[in-house]
């Protein structure tokens, strides 16, 4: 018989804007490091850009030692990297990058969304990589809404980004296997995820209010669950949830910045590559 996970803290998530971009963090914060292989989850906006405007800071810059994956909710996302991959993803798509042994990226507004502004609510996820796997070779795979299949019953879709659910294949075939989705809920609309024992969960709110194993969490709030089998989810208003797992990785982690990886000396020959021009 399955046993609920035991929910040991909420985390609100800590406003901390880049600029005029509006940005909340669940994890990491004081109380916690990281959600096992689930490491950092930076929630921008939802705010409203006005014609002409300057777009997303998020200029050129290096990663090596983990995968990024961005889900675009609202607005249009323009990536172009140092492995000659580019691309636009627009409302309900999903970016998934595997920074592996190196790349330089940048994620910008194009100019389409510069210039006639609108809505824009992004959220981006880094999942950690095994030791054996963070010198891979890097990759990228950028999927359109169209292109993710959903799941749907009585007041709940499953957008399937990765991972198996219900006879159905997410998008994105994950190196570690990692299932993510991001689950929308009409008012009692009811989501139950089962065989999660041994597996991090990561499982933040993003807007509405749920009830998560009979514990009501707002929006932005993350979930650390502890022992047990099953998440249940049922919402007390219209919801969006960003809901994931991923089999443990019992390593050290040490972060600097953009890169992630076992030691502090990986750390430092991380930067010496990047300043050598090693990652394009």
């Not at 890097?138 to 198996?164: C, F, M, R, W």
């Amino acid at each position: 018989m399955s046993v609920s996970k035991t929910i040991l803290r909420l985390h609100p998530a800590i406003r901390d804007d880049i600029g005029d971009l509006v940005t909340r963090r669940p994890v990491p914060n004081r109380a916690l490091n990281n959600i096992g292989a689930f490491l950092f989850l930076n929630h921008h906006g939802p705010q409203t850009y006005a014609p002409n405007n300057r777009g997303l800071p998020f200029g050129p810059h290096p990663h090596r030692g983990f995968e990024t994956v961005t889900f675009i909710l609202e607005g249009d996302l323009a990536h172009r990297d140092s492995g000659g991959h580019e691309s636009i993803i627009h409302a309900g798509g999903v970016q998934w990058m595997t920074a592996g042994s190196g790349l330089v990226h940048e994620e910008v507004s194009p100019g389409a969304f510069k210039r006639s502004g609108g809505p824009m609510e992004i959220l981006q996820l880094w999942v950690n990589l095994p030791a054996r796997l963070k010198m891979t070779k890097p990759a990228y795979t950028g999927v359109q809404a169209d292109q993710i299949p959903t799941i749907t019953s009585e007041n709940a879709t499953v957008h399937l980004v990765s991972g198996k659910y219900q006879g159905a294949t997410g998008a994105i075939n994950s190196l570690t296997g990692v299932f993510m989705t991001w689950i929308e809920l009409q008012p009692g609309g009811r989501i139950i995820f089962d065989g999660l024992k041994d597996r991090d969960v990561f499982c933040y709110v993003v807007r509405g209010d749920v009830a998560i194993n009979g514990v009501d969490v707002a929006k932005w709030n993350l979930v650390e669950f502890a022992e047990g089998d099953l998440v249940d989810i049922e919402a007390v208003g219209a919801s969006l949830v960003l809901f994931g797992h991923a089999e443990p990785i019992r390593e050290p982690i040490v972060a600097h910045g953009p890169f992630v990886m076992n030691t502090p000396q990986e750390i430092h020959q991380a930067y010496a590559d990047y300043q050598a021009g090693k990652f394009g």
